[in-house]
């Protein structure tokens, strides 16, 4: 088939599209946004399409007008397409003379002319017309595909699958916000079609089975578009058309119609599905070298709007990042304005750019979580790496010992280790083990069965550092908060082996084991004040008892259950006083006692039992 026949049957799907949308009520106003160079998929926009019509080659706004417009031409094809045959007229026709808007864009402000030129197609092969065959935004490789003016909506964005783009520099690549766990690193994209961005994420190595689409705009996206719409408004509104009190009750949002063009049929090239909350996450970030220029007067002194806005520091510039949260922030702005003064400061309608968008992208994976009850059988070993000026203190730690043996089995960048607490270098903790979470970010491998987590508890037990685990297993997220939110609730109990100034006698052990409730005021420990507020805490002991050491008449196993965050150490030794009561002055010492040792014996917290 002739190209010129396909490149109209594309515009015929979007013409019919456009004319079952309320009955083809919105065709005049296609109509005048093609007389703008506003692109096709837009103008499923300002119909207010929400269907799969996104996802299919997008014809040049041209050849829509042709589309809709009732030629003889348009029925021949029409005509044509139903037989089946190739019509001699269509085939000889190429677009080369008299196309109904081949005008040159209109002027754009100096920033954007000021930038190096970044076109989708050049303005000589638009007033050409050379007829070309779109690419679709599934499954082909990018081409040259001619689109003519960059839309004025969209700046490109939604004409980006079809068309070429320029390289990202890599100072604005810099510059960009980081994923959750700053996962993943930005890279340049110059092609927007599916199969090129299908390309980049299967080159990350990631298994999933869902993936998701978060989207950033260039700011001046909101701008741009409202401002079509009050044009729209000022010609249409007599006719029943775009009278909504917000822009969004009528048209499609940008990121909505970018997601019905690329995410569904990125995933279904990728094998996975399609998910707003998927594992697999592919972040576009649509640049605009001018957007900040164009926003910039929505934040001089309140911008007109009712109430405080906001006043630029003497000498600060304004800087809107074209992200997320800056069209977030400028809808937001733009829709406090007064309709007056918006329209002294933004063209209406908005000019075609002399440039289009440029596009990074960034694939992450949600982060994937590990839990268990982690035992530490020998002193001396840390929990998480300790480095005093530069030198290592111990061989190892927890977090290394249990990442060594779990990490590779994700092939993740890196992660992040959460505790119910911790226990100092010198003091062991045993029983069922210590809860914990292994955050484990921008993992590329698929979760593991559970005999996998089985070998890897053997692997710790076998190596002997003194680290081994319990109950390891794959956790959803939610088991974070039932980590932190039993640190204040949870209580613990330990074994301390101290040392009194006088030796023990009978009176003292029915003392400590009749002891109950005991109420501590315990002001900041010494060893700790360079880390931790000057405060007192109150903490309490529920029960203790206690074990004379045959042999050793100074010496006791003391045995206590206590709340959490009680310094027991402070509580045998006093420390200088800042902990009252003490254990000495419970038993009617005078001088304080010391402790030897320190033992936890048990985290009494409901978190994954055997």
Not at 47 to 70: E, M, Q
Not at 281 to 306: C, N, Q
Not at 557 to 586: C, M, N, W
Request: hydrophobic share 40%.
């Amino acid at each position: 088939m002739h190209r010129s026949v396909l490149t109209m049957q594309q515009a015929l799907l979007y013409f019919q599209a456009l004319k079952s949308q309320n009955q083809g009520k919105y065709l005049p106003a296609v109509h005048e946004l093609l007389s703008l160079h506003v692109c096709a998929r837009c103008c499923l926009r300002f119909a207010g399409i929400r269907d799969k019509t996104y996802s299919s080659p997008s014809p040049a706004s041209h050849v829509l007008l042709a589309a809709i417009t009732d030629t003889p031409h348009q029925r021949c094809l029409i005509s044509a397409k139903a037989s089946g045959a190739e019509p001699q007229d269509a085939a000889n026709h190429t677009f080369a003379t008299n196309p109904p808007i081949a005008q040159q864009p209109s002027p754009v402000p100096c920033s954007a002319q000021s930038a190096e030129p970044i076109q989708l197609a050049t303005d000589a092969d638009h007033r050409h017309h050379s007829p070309t065959t779109a690419t679709h935004a599934t499954n082909q490789a990018p081409t040259n595909v001619v689109h003519g003016v960059v839309c004025p909506a969209c700046l490109g964005a939604l004409q980006a699958p079809e068309g070429c783009l320029q390289a990202v520099p890599s100072a604005v690549l810099a510059g960009l916000p980081e994923a959750e766990g700053n996962a993943g690193s930005w890279q340049t994209c110059t092609s927007g079609s599916v199969a090129s961005l299908s390309q980049h994420v299967s080159q990350e190595g990631h298994v999933a089975t869902n993936t998701a689409l978060d989207i950033t705009l260039p700011a001046a996206c909101i701008t741009r578009q409202l401002s079509i719409w009050y044009h729209l408004q000022t010609k249409f509104s007599g006719q029943g058309l775009y009278t909504s009190a917000h822009m969004f009750q009528e048209v499609v949002d940008l990121k909505e119609a970018l997601r019905l063009t690329v995410a569904t049929p990125l995933a279904h090239l990728m094998g996975v599905q399609a998910e707003r909350e998927g594992d697999l996450r592919v972040m576009l970030a649509y640049l605009h070298p001018s957007s900040s220029a164009e926003t910039d007067f929505l934040f001089i002194h309140g911008g007109g709007a009712k109430g405080r806005g906001y006043k630029r520091k003497r000498g600060q510039p304004k800087v809107i990042y074209a992200g997320r949260s800056a069209s977030e922030t400028v809808m937001q702005q733009a829709t406090r304005l007064n309709r007056s003064f918006f329209l002294q400061h933004c063209p209406c309608p908005a000019a075609a750019p002399a440039i289009g968008i440029q596009l990074a992208y960034r694939v992450w994976r949600k982060p994937l979580y590990v839990a268990g009850r982690y035992l530490k059988l020998l002193r001396g070993v840390a929990q998480s790496p300790w480095i005093i000026d530069g030198q290592r203190k111990g061989v190892s730690s927890v977090e290394e010992r249990i990442a060594d043996a779990v990490l590779p089995a994700f092939q993740a960048d890196r992660h992040k280790f959460m505790s119910a607490g911790r226990e100092d270098f010198d003091v062991r903790m045993l029983g069922s083990g210590r809860p914990f979470v292994l955050e484990i970010i921008n993992a590329r491998a698929a979760v593991p069965p559970q005999g996998a987590f089985d070998a890897m508890q053997l692997t710790l037990e076998k190596e002997d550092h003194g680290v081994q685990v319990q109950a390891l297993q794959p956790v959803p997220r939610s088991i974070c908060s039932l980590l932190k939110a039993g640190e204040a609730e949870k209580q613990k109990s330990y074994t301390a082996i101290c040392q009194l100034p006088t030796a023990v006698t009978p009176e003292m052990t029915e003392i400590i084991d009749s002891t109950k409730n005991l109420e501590l005021d315990q002001q900041t420990p010494v060893r700790v004040s360079h880390r931790r507020a000057d405060l007192v805490r109150h903490r309490t002991v529920y029960a203790m008892s206690c074990e004379l050491v045959p042999g050793s008449p100074r010496h006791l196993v003391l045995r206590l259950r206590t709340q959490a965050g009680t310094y027991i150490k402070e509580f045998v030794h006093s420390d200088e006083g800042r902990t009252q009561p003490h254990l000495a002055s419970l038993l009617g010492l005078s001088t304080s006692a010391a402790i030897l040792q320190l033992d936890v014996n048990q985290i009494h917290i409901d978190f994954l039992q055997q």
